[in-house]
């Protein structure tokens, strides 16, 4: 073995030895540094789930009966990811209270805000929906009426429900228990006044709003302070400039106060055939549709069989070749909705008297077809 051979030998052992030592520095320094990522990480996520270090102060109304229950809102923020260390309580009009409120710009209370670890992501989302963050203190502002002003120091979110109601109107909607859905929903009524259509004070509130349709019923602007039961009001009615809600849209029927009629009472007439015993009972299918299904009202229903006098008249006049059937007097047409289906189960005569025709809509009743001796069965729908 020449010299060469020699340092060739000697050399490639050291060449291996180097590399395998930057190998073991390398994934050393990869190993320490993915190490010291999933540290963090790990801090990270132990930080994140550590509860936030707070001390809350309740500012309470003792005096106010109705107002707004600030304890269930801090139990609420207690069921955050929070450690409190510290509660106490304060009645709105004491000193250190007003000393918050001032500092803190606090408009209503009840209320209660937070100090410490509240700008911590765990409480992001509580605090985004609840509140707001003012001097690295969290202030809650998401009550509902009845609430304090601090600034007056009056009771607010007190309403007023004026009813204009008509006594000849047995079957028109009841005011009173549209009132009482409100106050279902939270909305605090203190009184309700009630007025007759054609009274003194009933006819000055129609004027002074230009109420067309009655019954109706009017809240007071403090209704305007519910945020959740006024976001429905456009189902009901208008706001005026004052800030009052007037319920316009009520459900027939109703008093039509420029036409000075009440609008919306149908007669419902059954055209039967007594010596069909297998035939649908009319009544008991059709009737609940209309009073149910599209809110019908009803003036009056009567029975007529096929084989009377009147019976023959209305099958000559409205060529009805299919019973039994159901005719509704020209009312209906206040019932936009129900008006809006009938040319696909029926017709309207040129007199505005509505015609059930289509017996395949009811899906498999026995009826009979008057051009036939024997009972027919409507086809299933598919």
């Known amino acids: 073995m020449n010299r060469k051979d020699r340092e060739l030998n000697v ?44 001390k809350i102060i309740k500012l309470t109304t003792p005096n106010c009966q109705d107002c707004f229950d600030v304890n269930t809102a801090v139990n ?17 009009d004491s000193l250190e209270a007003s000393a918050f409120i001032k500092q803190f710009a606090i408009k209503k209370v009840p209320t209660y ?3 410490g670890e509240v700008t911590k992501n765990s409480l992001e989302n509580f605090v985004k929906e609840s509140g707001e963050v003012r001097d690295n203190t969290f202030i809650f502002t998401k009550l509902s009426p009845v609430f304090m002003d601090t600034e007056t120091k009056q009771e607010m979110g007190r309403v007023i429900a004026t009813l204009i109601t008509d006594p000849f109107c047995s079957k028109c909607a009841d005011v009173k228990s549209l009132v009482d859905y409100f106050k279902k929903t939270g909305v605090k009524v203190k009184e309700i006044r009630e007025f007759t259509w054609n009274s003194y004070d009933g006819q000055g509130v129609i004027n002074q709003y230009k109420i067309t349709k009655v019954p109706a019923f009017i809240f007071s602007p403090e209704f305007d302070l519910y945020d959740n039961a006024k976001s429905t009001w456009q189902n009901f009615g208008t706001v005026e400039n004052d800030k009052t809600y007037i319920a316009r849209n009520l459900p ?39 009073t149910q299904g599209y809110g019908v009202a009803l003036n009056s229903e009567r029975t007529v069989d096929v084989s009377s006098v009147e019976g023959q008249g209305l099958i000559n006049k409205y060529k009805i070749i299919s019973v039994p ?16 289906v009938w040319k696909n189960v029926g017709t309207i005569e040129s007199d505005g008297w509505y015609v059930f025709r289509e017996m395949q809509q009811l899906r498999g009743v026995v009826y009979k077809d008057l051009t036939s001796p024997t009972p027919s069965r409507a086809k299933q729908q598919l």
């Open 11 to 54: 050399a490639w052992p050291k060449l291996i030895l180097a590399i395998t030592l930057l190998a073991t520095v390398i994934g050393a320094l990869v190993s320490t540094k993915t190490l010291v990522a999933i540290n963090k990480n790990i801090t990270a996520a132990k930080e994140a789930a550590r509860p936030a270090n707070v």
């Open 76 to 92: 609420n923020f207690k069921k955050q990811n929070v450690k409190v260390e510290e509660e106490k309580t304060l009645t709105f």
């Open 113 to 115: 805000f937070v100090t």
């Open 252 to 290: 027939l029927p109703y008093r039509d106060l420029a036409k000075g009629q009440i609008v919306g009472l149908v007669d419902l007439i059954y055209l039967t055939d007594s010596n069909c015993t297998d035939c649908y009972k009319v009544s008991e299918t059709q009737k609940p549709i209309l």
């Open 325 to 340: 059937t159901v005719l509704m007097s020209p009312e209906a047409d206040q019932y936009t909705n129900l008006k809006g």
